[in-house]
């Protein structure tokens, strides 16, 4: 067991964590910038450091400034909470690289899931179903064109790097695909730092189903159920239910075993999710982890 683990985060989800901690007798470690200091987590924890200004780009997401403040207080694991740098698979090595633990995936499985295209391809060999589109990145404008004359439109647009919506361009027609490529790929840029992107079948009116998954580090994989996620807006999630009312015990138990396999297939370790489209027709398709 842990006996100092400092939250890289802020609010409801760093609060949550020193909680945990506290039922478990493990210290915390608390971060802020600024700005935070009077926050409700840096009260609750048993220490805080300040690592910087207000903006999140010069404090919570600054890694130098973390670690600094892993080494000053004797952390020996590091908790990144959701967002921020909980998905950034350098942070995660240098944490293992200063002989701290990570409380999350392995770099590889952050980086792996991080590119949406290989992430699809990793999970189609893993017999998981996929939206029918590109294998990987587009290169030009015309392999997006082909590759939607060869499925079919409506198509979508995503961003290879992306997450939250962003980078997302529905077409169908050509001429629409025309414009939505230059789009995608410049919003992609300027959210992510890479402008590539991949094309999908886009599947109209589905629903949006996630499962809950949780991994050790020696393969063992089990799913928690589900949660329907389908009242959205630009793409961002509102509201969450579980259990859905759209899945019947044997899709539930088809698509429990799809996100064990998913899981599986990118070595994943840790807590995590595994977001599934369901077609009005029944069948599902994996969509990101």
Do not use: W
């Amino acid at each position: 067991m842990f006996e100092k683990v400092l939250i890289a985060n802020r609010g409801e989800i760093a609060v949550r964590i020193i909680a945990a901690c506290r039922e478990l007798g493990v210290a915390t470690v608390a971060v802020h910038s600024e700005a935070d200091r009077e926050c409700l987590h840096v009260k609750l924890a048993d220490q805080s450091v300040c690592i910087g200004p207000a903006p999140s780009n010069a404090s919570y997401l600054d890694v130098s400034s973390v670690m600094a403040a892993a080494e000053i207080t004797g952390a020996d694991a590091v908790h990144p909470g959701y967002g921020f740098l909980a998905e950034n698979a350098h942070f995660a090595e240098v944490v293992g690289e200063c002989g701290l633990t990570f409380i999350g995936p392995p770099p590889d499985a952050i980086r792996l899931m991080g590119n949406k295209a290989q992430a699809r391809r990793s999970v189609a060999a893993a017999e998981v179903p996929v939206v029918p589109g590109s294998e990987q990145a587009l290169t030009s404008r015309d392999e997006a064109l082909d590759m939607a004359r060869l499925i079919g439109y409506p198509v979508i647009l995503k961003a290879s790097a992306g997450g939250g919506g962003r980078g997302m361009r529905v077409a169908n027609a050509d001429d629409e695909l025309r414009a939505a490529y230059d789009t995608a790929r410049s919003e992609a840029e300027r959210a992510f730092g890479d402008d590539s992107v991949y094309l999908e079948k886009y599947l109209v009116r589905p629903r949006h189903i996630e499962f809950q998954v949780l991994a050790d580090s020696r393969g063992r994989v089990i799913h928690l159920g589900e949660r329907e996620c389908s009242i959205q807006r630009r793409h961002q999630k509102i509201v969450e239910e579980a259990p859905s009312v759209a899945l019947s015990p044997e899709l539930r138990d088809e698509m429990g075993r799809a996100a064990v396999a998913a899981a599986r297939a990118a070595k994943y370790v840790n807590a995590g999710t595994v977001e599934f489209l369901l077609a009005e027709d029944g069948s599902f398709y994996f969509m990101e982890m």
